[in-house]
């Protein structure tokens, strides 16, 4: 990995990340429309690509390390653009490695338990990345503007008082620290979205029918209360970004940006944690080669004891001037490689 690659992501994410204990005034401090300048649309595609392909190289070898796992916890207004970011950056990793879990109303069940409960069995597994869309952080946004959520949640009179949210506040913090101590990465993207670009990508989900699906008139409805959720919102960002697990604003009214952005914070994060392949030991080294001589003592007469080594022999030039023949197609792509 170029080092100056690495520093390139991390200066460009770095005015998007909530400063710890930073008191966050939404629509004073981010601006939904904001594009960095040294970013033109015309290449942000092709920066993206970049972003996905460093994605698909980091994972593989998240997985195979096998020690960290990573928390992508997604949160936005509606129409912000989760649903589309989630396609788009994760569209070069090996599925395998990867799980999502979208959080909606809690059923009965989930209200039965703690309120971490139904995300705490969600979490990712060492090796894997693990997406939220929604997440743990609805408990202090839609149930703090809509309070018969919490009247649901059938709490403890002491722990309903006034003093509910910090409380919250306070658990998730006390929560992603231990978290994190166990090897578990996590990354908070806020999609911060302008009210008039929601207005907007409302009304083309009404005006296009493939569109409808994703449109109900609640999600309109929401919008008389657009200043609790800035305001929830706000509160959120100022009580829990934490040195541990930081808040990053996305810029979510140009899509392509929005997507570059977060692309581009949690290739940081990957890079954090620069997993490694795990190293050969002496012990296993030993048994492969030992199987090695036992696969090639099974070869059918006629055939070469292995064919990749042959191969790969004739890929270095005298090799194969002295086998005295043209190198196999994969050897020439391992000399290609090397
Ligand atoms: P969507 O993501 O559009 O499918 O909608 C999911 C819905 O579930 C949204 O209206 C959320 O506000 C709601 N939701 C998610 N988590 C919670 C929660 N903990 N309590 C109440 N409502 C929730
Ligand atoms: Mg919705």
Redesign the pocket.
Known sequence: MADRRAQRIAEAIAPLRVTPGKRVVLAKDFDPGYKADFVKKKNGAELLQQGVDLLSEYQAKLAAQDTYGVLVVLQAL?AAG?DGTIRHVMSGVNPQGVSVH?????SSEELDHD?LWRYAKSLPRRGEIGIF??S?Y??V???RV?PE?LERQRLPRKVRGRDVWKRRYRDINDWERYLTDQGLVIVKLFLNLSQEEQRIRFLRRIDLPDHNW?FSA??AH?RTYWNDYQKAFSEMLSQTSTEWAPWYVIPADHKWFARLAAAAIIANALIEIDPRFPKVTPAKRDELEATKVELEGAAPKGAAPDPFAAESAAATPEAGEKAGKKPGKRARKAAQKG
């Open positions: 509606d989760k979208s959080f909606k109303v809690p309120y869309n929604r743990y609805e408990e946004l839609v149930v809509h959520n994703k609640a999600d929401e």
